[in-house]
């Protein structure tokens, strides 16, 4: 079955330190792979892709990710985190034929909390 | 430009009253998405449209039903609430209908449900 997997309910860093966010991917076939964020009270915004090509995704507001095909992870990563970084981060993987629907499954959520 | 638009933002309902969700988007996207989050279950795919005209069932089908006769709106219908319906409900859309599509989502600020 194609699911996504986000190990950890919540993620807790001092601000100024690296962060990391899990994700662990099992899909036929070679992987679409995104991250959303989502602020309280709103809806998902898009952060970054990897559709092929280089491992390292960079995104908006800073956030880069790494692809492992070996290890079947898309963690999300910040050098430097900022308490305006607290929110709830998705992970998703794309399935189907983009000509079909191209639906996104998602992982359950991993709150950051970003203290200064 | 609005982007996606949801309405109602909050509606309480009881046990078997109906009623409706819509979804406007104006970026002329072919895809349109009906999702439910959930407390640790992430977002959950209720069913999604690929154009005009075109409805699918996703992973929680049950209990919903979608028309999308014009192709910047998407309904989503609930005919007998039940407890179990009690979600936030977010309206997404994306570009598609060819093969490099990646499926990148534009989301709505979400409609809170209660049933009672």
């Known amino acids: 079955a194609q699911s996504v997997a986000q190990p950890e309910d919540q993620v807790n860093v001092a601000e100024g330190n690296p962060l990391t966010v899990k994700c662990t991917y099992s899909v036929s076939g070679n992987p679409y792979l995104f991250w959303y964020v989502q602020y309280p009270n709103r809806g998902l915004q898009f952060l970054l892709k990897?559709?092929?090509?280089?491992?390292l995704v960079k995104g908006s507001y800073g956030f880069e990710a790494e692809f492992n095909k070996s290890q079947t992870s898309f963690h999300l990563k910040k050098p430097s985190a900022l308490v305006s970084d607290s929110a709830l981060y998705f992970c998703a993987v794309r399935v189907g034929r983009g000509n079909q629907g191209g639906k996104l499954i998602f992982g359950q959520g991993t709150e950051l909390s970003v203290k200064p | 430009n609005a982007g996606v638009t949801q309405t109602p933002k909050f509606r309480v309902l009881k046990t078997g009253q109906s009623m409706t969700l819509l979804c406007a988007q104006d970026?002329?996207?072919?895809?349109m998405y009906w999702y439910r989050q959930d407390p640790g279950m992430g977002l959950r795919l209720i069913h999604y449209?690929?154009?005009?005209?075109?409805?699918a069932k996703g992973e929680v089908p049950d209990g919903y039903n979608v028309s999308r006769l014009k192709k910047q709106n998407f309904l989503l219908g609930l005919e007998s609430a039940a407890p179990s319906q009690t979600s936030v409900y977010f309206c997404?859309?994306?570009?598609?209908?060819?093969?490099?599509?990646?499926?990148?989502?534009?989301f709505g600020e979400g409609s809170r449900l209660t049933v009672l």
């Open positions: 997404a859309s994306s570009y598609g209908g060819h093969r490099e599509y990646t499926g990148e989502l534009f």
């Open positions: 970026m002329n996207h072919e895809y």
């Open positions: 449209s690929v154009g005009e005209g075109t409805t």
């Open positions: 990897y559709i092929t090509g280089d491992n």
